[in-house]
Structures are given as structure tokens and as C-alpha cells.
């Protein structure tokens, strides 16, 4: 046998013995690589798991019905039936005596005030909204469903422990007594949370609602959507194809790959020294908040529209200036078409994140409580993020639901805003 022979022998055997290591290793890594997807879906599941359970309850808000005689005498004592009169008129004192003639026997001030205490702060309102839609109820008696407090809300959720100790919760033991006739009676009832999609933010959980931080996530996106986008498009645009190649566009090019890397609280730094200390923008505005957005999703935007123009094939460019175009009708009506549904997936990938975003506006004043609905990008205002934020950091019991319930939102227009650009790259992604 000749020495080459040897040496292939040789050589086969070192292979075969190798091969079933590696083939061993490669089916460890695989096994690796499933338990690493598998107990990161298990966590994910826990953690929306541990959010839907408590959004749940946030959705649904329990309400009282009171017999409520709406007296001529308390509604306008002057008579003079004007809305002002009925606007300043003490809807508490009709509260009370609703009260008062379910619970004859309460006659302690200390007493009346616990029952009281039942209803939330904003049970007045609904009468007065109510009066104010209909004033024909003056003089007349009516069922009314009134907000109840978030400890009667926590009451009928089945959060109020009842063996232990009565310093230890919020409710009295009379005051359970109280609410356990009202239930017999069927008088405590869980509804749909309408204020919760309708009203601004509360120092009462269950007046607390989203649409004010719903209004000022949308106009925040508004300016940064109107100010991101075309100049971005514009930048990824002139880089791509217009700008020379020179030290300046790579000094240009590395500097847009940093700032895509930049912690967001940065541009809230600058958002604080430049905007509001310098140009003296109205702190704690969708404008602000849009402009220090703008600036954080530009980098973003065109890098995405950079990479939709480099995936134009070059046959369409030579094809344009080949039969006579110039190079800015070859990039606008052949490249940059075809470039759109990218650039655009871009956009709203960045819009996305926008949405998300906490950090830097924290820092220009848009963690402030704002009660009010905003009309504009001028009124102080705040987002959606940062509402969650402040909810989390609230005591009630209450606010634990509605943050999870607020979380649940943001995340089903995170979600619609990602489903949205993947089908906007599948509808009119061409292939070549």
C-alpha cells in the first residue's frame, strides 16, 4: 500500500471520528436554540398573561342606582331657570338625601359621611350632565347608576379582603354592610367603562380615563409625522442618489448611523436645553414633544428609505437614462416609485416607535398632570406612555388595572402601525 494510500486512510478516519461530533454539537446548538425561543415565549406569555388579567377588570366600573329626586328647590332656589343656576346647583345635597332614604337609621355625621364615601367624587357630575341634557327633570324622581368609589369598585371585584383586620383596608365593617344590602337589593351593579375611552386623567381612579393622553399621542404624531417624513424621505432622497462621494457625505453618513444609536433621553436633553430654554417653545406641548420625536425618528427614516432606494435594481436607472431622462426624472418617476413602499414602511416603523416613547418626553415637561383635553399642538398635554407611567407609580388599587387596561391600548396601535407597514411592503413590494 502506498503512502498516499496511508495518508487518505488516514484522513477518512480522522473525518468519520469528527463527524459525529460535530453532528452532536449541531444538535446541541439546535437544542440550545429551542429552549431559548421556548422560555422566551413562556415569559412573554406571563407577562401578557399578568397584563390581560389585570386589564380585565379595568374595562368594567361599578355603579350604584339611586333613587334621586331632583328637587326645584336645590336645582334653582331663585327660580329664576337659567343654566347657570342649574350649573352651581348642589347636586351632593341630592346624593345625600338618596342616601338618607335608603339608610334611614344612619343619622351620625361621622356615619353619613362614610356612606357618602361610597359614591365616587364624580357621582355629582353625572347628575349635573344629566340635568344639563334634560332639564325637564326638575320636580321629578328618576333611577340614576352613579359612579362608585374605587373602594366600592374594588368591593365588587372581589378585592376587598374581609377577615382581615378593619384598620387594614379602606372599607369600615359598616360600610360593607352597607354595600352588601345594596347588593342584595341589586342595586350595585358592573358596567362597561365608558369613562375610561372618554375622560382626561383623575386623582380618582375611577373618573381616570385615556382620552386625553389618546389626544395628545395623536398630536404629537401629527408633528412629527409632518415634519419626519419629508424630511427624511428628502435626505435618504439626495444621499442615495444626488449627493457626491466625498469625505463630508461619509462623515454625513457615520454620523445618521450614530444617532440611530443614541439612548432617547438624549433628545430630550435637547429638547429641554435647546426648544424650551432657548427658542422658548410652550413646555409640555405636542409641539416640543413632535419636534424632539422628529429628531429621534429622522435617523431612522433615512436609513429605511436609503436601503429602499439600494434595493431598486440598477437596470431601472440605466434603462431611464438611456433612453434620454435626466437623472432627476430618472430618480422621481422610475427609482423612487418603486422605492415608495419601503420608505414608507420606514416611516411607520419609526412612527411606531415614536408612540412608544417616554424618555425624552419626560424630560420637556409632558409628565405633568393634565386634567384637560388638548385641541391643539400649543395646549399642555401628555401621551400615552407617559400616562402609563404615571399610573404605575400611583398607591390606589385602582390604577393598577388601569394602567394594564392603558398598556393593552398602546400596544394594539403598536401593533396596527407594524401590521400596517407589513402590508403596505406586501401589497406593493415588487419583485425582480
Same mark, same amino acid.
Given at each position: 500500500?502506498?503512502?498516499?494510500?496511508?495518508?487518505s486512510?488516514?484522513?477518512?478516519s480522522?473525518?468519520i471520528?469528527g463527524?459525529?461530533?460535530?453532528?452532536?454539537?449541531?444538535?446541541?446548538?439546535?437544542?440550545?436554540?429551542?429552549?431559548?425561543?421556548?422560555?422566551?415565549l413562556v415569559f412573554?406569555v406571563?407577562?401578557?398573561?399578568n397584563i390581560?388579567?389585570?386589564?380585565?377588570?379595568?374595562?368594567?366600573?361599578?355603579?350604584i342606582?339611586?333613587?334621586?329626586?331632583?328637587d326645584p328647590g336645590?336645582?334653582?332656589?331663585?327660580?329664576t331657570?337659567?343654566?347657570?343656576?342649574?350649573?352651581d346647583?348642589?347636586?351632593n345635597?341630592?346624593?345625600?338625601?338618596?342616601?338618607?332614604?335608603?339608610?334611614p337609621n344612619v343619622?351620625d355625621?361621622?356615619q353619613?359621611?362614610?356612606?357618602?364615601?361610597?359614591l365616587s367624587?364624580?357621582?355629582?357630575?353625572?347628575?349635573r350632565?344629566?340635568?344639563?341634557?334634560?332639564?325637564?327633570?326638575?320636580?321629578?324622581?328618576?333611577?340614576m347608576?352613579?359612579?362608585?368609589?374605587?373602594?366600592?369598585?374594588?368591593?365588587?371585584? #372581589?378585592?376587598?379582603?374581609?377577615?382581615?383586620?378593619?384598620?387594614?383596608?379602606?372599607l369600615?365593617?359598616?360600610?360593607?354592610?352597607?354595600?352588601?344590602?345594596?347588593?342584595?337589593?341589586?342595586?350595585?351593579?358592573k358596567?362597561?367603562n365608558?369613562?375610561?375611552?372618554?375622560?382626561?386623567d383623575?386623582r380618582?381612579?375611577?373618573l381616570?380615563?385615556?382620552? @386625553?393622553a389618546?389626544?395628545?399621542?395623536?398630536?404629537t404624531?401629527?408633528?412629527? +409625522?409632518c415634519?419626519s417624513?419629508?424630511?427624511?424621505m428628502?435626505t435618504?432622497i439626495?444621499?442615495?442618489?444626488f449627493?457626491?462621494?466625498?469625505?463630508?457625505?461619509?462623515?454625513?453618513e457615520v454620523?445618521?448611523n450614530?444617532?440611530?444609536?443614541v439612548?432617547?433621553?438624549?433628545?430630550? +436633553?435637547?429638547?429641554?436645553?435647546?426648544?424650551?430654554n432657548?427658542f #422658548?417653545?410652550?413646555?409640555?406641548s405636542?409641539l416640543?414633544?413632535?419636534?424632539v420625536?422628529?429628531l429621534?425618528?429622522?435617523?431612522?427614516?433615512?436609513?429605511?428609505?436609503r436601503s429602499?432606494?439600494?434595493?431598486?435594481p440598477?437596470?431601472?436607472?440605466?434603462?431611464?437614462?438611456g433612453?434620454?431622462?435626466?437623472?432627476?426624472?430618472?430618480?422621481?418617476?422610475?427609482?423612487?416609485?418603486l422605492?415608495i413602499?419601503g420608505m +414608507?414602511?420606514?416611516?411607520i416603523?419609526?412612527?411606531?416607535r415614536?408612540?412608544?416613547?417616554s424618555a425624552?418626553?419626560l424630560?420637556?415637561?409632558?409628565v405633568?398632570?393634565?386634567?384637560d383635553?388638548?385641541?391643539g399642538i400649543?395646549?399642555p398635554?401628555?401621551v400615552?406612555?407617559?400616562?402609563?407611567?404615571l399610573?404605575?407609580?400611583?398607591?390606589e388599587r @385602582?390604577?393598577?388595572?388601569?394602567?394594564?387596561?392603558?398598556?393593552?391600548?398602546?400596544?394594539?396601535f403598536?401593533i396596527?402601525m407594524?401590521?400596517?407597514?407589513?402590508?403596505?411592503?406586501?401589497?406593493?413590494?415588487?419583485?425582480?
Amino acid at each position: 500500500m502506498s503512502s498516499i494510500e496511508i495518508k487518505s486512510g488516514r484522513t477518512h478516519s480522522i473525518v468519520i471520528s469528527g463527524l459525529a461530533r460535530r453532528r452532536a454539537a449541531e444538535r446541541r446548538f439546535r437544542f440550545y436554540g429551542f429552549a431559548s425561543i421556548f422560555v422566551g415565549l413562556v415569559f412573554l406569555v406571563l407577562m401578557f398573561g399578568n397584563i390581560v388579567l389585570h386589564a380585565g377588570a379595568a374595562f368594567l366600573q361599578t355603579e350604584i342606582a339611586l333613587e334621586v329626586s331632583f328637587d326645584p328647590g336645590v336645582l334653582d332656589p331663585e327660580g329664576t331657570h337659567s343654566s347657570e343656576a342649574l350649573v352651581d346647583a348642589d347636586y351632593n345635597a341630592l346624593l345625600k338625601k338618596s342616601l338618607s332614604l335608603l339608610f334611614p337609621n344612619v343619622v351620625d355625621r361621622q356615619q353619613k359621611k362614610s356612606l357618602t364615601g361610597l359614591l365616587s367624587s364624580g357621582a355629582q357630575f353625572e347628575l349635573r350632565k344629566a340635568v344639563m341634557a334634560n332639564p325637564q327633570l326638575a320636580g321629578r324622581t328618576q333611577t340614576m347608576w352613579l359612579p362608585a368609589s374605587d373602594s366600592t369598585d374594588m368591593f365588587a371585584k #372581589g378585592q376587598v379582603d374581609r377577615n382581615v383586620a378593619e384598620s387594614d383596608r379602606r372599607l369600615s365593617d359598616l360600610q360593607l354592610q352597607w354595600l352588601d344590602k345594596l347588593k342584595a337589593e341589586g342595586r350595585i351593579e358592573k358596567r362597561f367603562n365608558r369613562t375610561f375611552f372618554t375622560a382626561g386623567d383623575s386623582r380618582e381612579p375611577e373618573l381616570a380615563g385615556i382620552w @386625553g393622553a389618546l389626544m395628545g399621542s395623536m398630536w404629537t404624531l401629527v408633528v412629527t +409625522l409632518c415634519l419626519s417624513l419629508p424630511i427624511g424621505m428628502a435626505t435618504a432622497i439626495y444621499l442615495e442618489e444626488f449627493a457626491p462621494r466625498n469625505a463630508w457625505t461619509d462623515i454625513i453618513e457615520v454620523n445618521i448611523n450614530n444617532l440611530a444609536a443614541v439612548p432617547s433621553i438624549v433628545f430630550g +436633553l435637547l429638547g429641554l436645553a435647546v426648544f424650551i430654554n432657548f427658542f #422658548g417653545m410652550p413646555r409640555s406641548s405636542p409641539l416640543v414633544g413632535g419636534v424632539v420625536l422628529t429628531l429621534m425618528t429622522l435617523p431612522v427614516i433615512i436609513i429605511a428609505g436609503r436601503s429602499a432606494l439600494k434595493s431598486v435594481p440598477p437596470s431601472i436607472r440605466e434603462a431611464a437614462l438611456g433612453i434620454g431622462a435626466s437623472n432627476m426624472q430618472t430618480v422621481f418617476h422610475h427609482v423612487l416609485p418603486l422605492a415608495i413602499p419601503g420608505m +414608507l414602511t420606514g416611516a411607520i416603523i419609526g412612527m411606531a416607535r415614536a408612540l412608544g416613547e417616554s424618555a425624552p418626553l419626560l424630560m420637556i415637561g409632558m409628565v405633568a398632570f393634565i386634567v384637560d383635553i388638548p385641541n391643539g399642538i400649543t395646549e399642555p398635554s401628555t401621551v400615552l406612555p407617559v400616562q402609563i407611567y404615571l399610573w404605575s407609580d400611583s398607591p390606589e388599587r @385602582g390604577f393598577v388595572e388601569r394602567t394594564s387596561a392603558a398598556i393593552l391600548v398602546l400596544l394594539a396601535f403598536l401593533i396596527l402601525m407594524n401590521g400596517t407597514a407589513v402590508y403596505l411592503r406586501k401589497r406593493f413590494e415588487r419583485r425582480w
